[in-house]
């Protein structure tokens, strides 16, 4: 239950449902073009010096570290990225406040962004989607809400049972094997496939952010009802 209404929440799940459908209406060579211009290319990015203009005009620079926040490749990582904020955002954004949870998400996609690129940093293909920034929003509930339950699909065989489970066990779980992946591919050239690093640097600047930024929350209300 949330004191107030997840507006931004919302709205960012919006914008990339939107950005979404815009990308279906692409030809395909345009929509490779989007992806390759807007998405995060470390090599890109720690090469930018070096790169010949006919390369650089190709794509976004550092502005494609924000830009590739809103850009999903498919329906199955759009609703994945989406169906966690939508699980997850509204409490967050509840505790930090509506600017804050703004400032806040954007900054942990970021952040993941960056992280993706110290570990990867000569990879030429293009990372897309929230999943950082969402990362963030997980790492933050993780340590605002740890006795929260969340219902889950947990993979059984060939079956997917419906289990409540705690928050804390569920989003420890899932940073634990990201973590676990991401070691697994140091040293591995990248052939495309899930940012694991960036999955991490998200969750991790999420717990930490959060906490800032809701101390200082606190303090202000504080000082405001005195």
Not at 61 to 82: A, R
Not at 145 to 152: D, E, N, Q
Not at 154 to 170: D, Q, R, T
Request: neutral net charge.
């Amino acid at each position: 239950m949330t004191r107030s209404r997840s507006y931004i929440n919302w709205m960012l799940i919006i914008v990339n449902i939107l950005v979404f459908a815009w990308e279906l209406s692409l030809p395909e060579p345009a929509l490779q073009e989007f992806v390759v211009k807007w998405g995060v290319i470390p090599g890109v990015i720690t090469n930018y010096r070096n790169l010949p203009p006919e390369v650089l005009v190709q794509t976004g620079g550092l502005l494609s570290m924000f830009t590739s926040l809103f850009i999903h490749v498919g329906w199955v990582h759009l609703v994945g990225n989406m169906l966690y904020l939508f699980v997850f955002g509204d409490n967050v954004e509840d505790i930090l406040g509506h600017f804050r949870y703004l400032f806040f998400y954007l900054a942990a996609g970021v952040c993941a962004s960056i992280t993706h690129v110290v570990f990867d940093p000569n990879s030429m293909l293009p990372m897309v989607g929230a999943s950082g920034a969402v990362a963030g929003v997980m790492g933050a509930y993780f340590v605002n809400f740890p006795g929260a339950r969340v219902i889950a699909l947990v993979p059984v065989g060939c079956l997917l049972p419906v289990v409540e489970l705690p928050a804390l066990v569920f989003l420890l779980v899932w940073f634990a094997t990201n973590l676990m992946s991401g070691v697994a591919s140091i040293g591995v050239q990248a052939q495309g496939g899930v940012a694991f690093w960036a999955h991490v640097g998200g969750f991790v600047v999420g717990m930490f952010l959060s906490i800032i930024l809701r101390r200082t929350n606190m303090r202000r209300s504080y000082d405001i009802d005195a």
